[in-house]
């Protein structure tokens, strides 16, 4: 994530927190994630990995495509591939464009993401619960666990769920997956 990104990002961070009139100590707790490690991104000091970000949506109750989206710039009918948020955890091996990003204007949204081999990205709790999720396998295969149940998936299979608890996305040693995820 770029530079101004990250700090564009920490600010966005802080501000919500501050809304809620909230200490960093009271996000920890309800977040689970470390005061020290809540600082430093509110600080712009590191750019939170995916599972950081996964735990202070659920806190702040929104998607994380829209918590990433309030960074980016206002609303454009087109969107350019080349002017399409990329954002990556290098930590885990896992990269999402918004093809289509949240926007106030429009209830859904389209994100690409490509999960590495041998990667699994986990989830607590949704952001919001009852998100309505189509994900659409293009290349690879995906292990998708919502609420408990487990979906295997290769290309060209849709697995349409609404979001109420619990996630994990798994992809195996000799391959990663390749994805769209359209949220409403």
Same mark, same amino acid.
């Given at each position: 994530?770029?530079?101004?990104?990250?700090?564009?990002l920490?600010?966005?961070?802080?501000?919500?927190?501050?809304? =809620?009139?909230?200490? &960093?100590?009271? &996000?920890a707790e309800? #977040?689970g994630?470390? =005061?020290?490690t809540?600082? =430093?991104?509110?600080?712009?000091?590191?750019s939170?990995?995916?599972?950081?970000?996964?735990r202070?949506?659920?806190?702040? %109750?929104?998607?994380?495509s829209?918590?990433?989206?309030?960074?980016?710039?206002e /609303?454009?009918?087109?969107?350019?591939?080349?002017?399409q948020a990329?954002?990556?955890?290098p930590?885990i091996g896992?990269?999402r464009r918004a093809?289509?990003p949240?926007?106030?204007q429009?209830?859904? %949204?389209?994100? !690409?993401?490509?999960?590495?081999p041998?990667?699994?990205v986990?989830? !607590?709790?949704?952001?919001?619960?009852?998100? %309505?999720?189509?994900?659409v396998?293009?290349?690879?295969?995906?292990?998708?666990?919502? !609420?408990?149940?487990?979906?295997?998936?290769?290309?060209g299979?849709?697995?349409r769920?609404? &979001? &109420?608890? #619990?996630?994990?996305?798994?992809? /195996?040693?000799?391959?990663?997956?390749r994805?769209?995820?359209?949220?409403?």
């Open positions: 994530m770029p530079a101004a990104h990250t700090q564009r920490a600010d966005h961070l802080k501000a919500l927190r501050r809304e =809620r009139d909230w200490p &960093l100590d009271r &996000l309800l #977040s994630v470390s =005061r020290a809540l600082s =430093r991104v509110e600080n712009a000091e590191v939170p990995t995916t599972e950081v970000l996964g202070l949506c659920a806190a702040f %109750e929104i998607r994380m829209r918590l990433l989206s309030m960074v980016e710039a /609303f454009r009918p087109v969107v350019r591939r080349t002017e990329v954002w990556t955890d930590q896992f990269t093809v289509s949240s926007s106030p429009l209830a859904a %949204e389209v994100l !690409d993401c490509l999960l590495e041998n990667t699994t986990s989830y !607590d709790t949704p952001p919001a619960g009852g998100l %309505e999720h189509h994900l396998i293009l290349d690879g295969q995906l292990e998708v666990t919502v !609420d408990g149940a487990a979906h295997m998936l290769t290309p299979d849709c697995l769920y609404k &979001l &109420l608890g #619990s996630s994990s996305f798994r992809t /195996f040693e000799a391959v990663g997956a994805y769209f995820l359209f949220l409403v």
